[in-house]
């Protein structure tokens, strides 16, 4: 039983992608911004302390970041919930997860792959 509880505790809770349900997780100024490519490798920026943490398949990359790089990415995640697609599903499409130790949100967009890696260039995360 009490192991039961403590899994439970220390998973996040999902719930949907709505700009409310992001805001709580970015108030958290600790959160990681996964990008799930449908038949590709996972590729997440995590945030934490002014810093960012970029991981892919090459080596991690750690570094501070800008208030405008902040904009940034506010912006692009905020165009990908505003895409959100319910009718699609994780198995047989790229995907986004949002997340901290509280919450988890999937996003399914409908913007092409590309532009997540066209953010990564313009942070300078990849040539």
Do not use: W
């Amino acid at each position: 039983m009490i192991i039961c509880y403590l899994i439970s505790i220390g998973c996040a809770r999902n719930v949907e992608p709505s700009v409310e349900n992001v805001n709580k997780i970015f108030a958290s100024q600790d959160f990681t911004f996964e990008f799930n490519e449908f038949g590709s490798i996972k590729k997440s920026i995590s945030f934490r302390d002014d810093y960012l943490v970029y991981k892919s398949d090459q080596p991690t990359l750690r570094r501070e970041i800008t208030y405008d790089e902040v904009l940034l990415i506010n912006d692009f995640i905020q165009e990908i919930v505003d895409s959100h697609q319910k009718g699609l599903d994780i198995e047989s499409s790229s995907y986004y997860v949002l997340k901290n130790t509280a919450y988890k949100t999937v996003i399914i967009s409908e913007q092409e792959d590309f532009y997540f890696e066209a953010l990564l260039k313009t942070l300078k995360l990849i040539e």
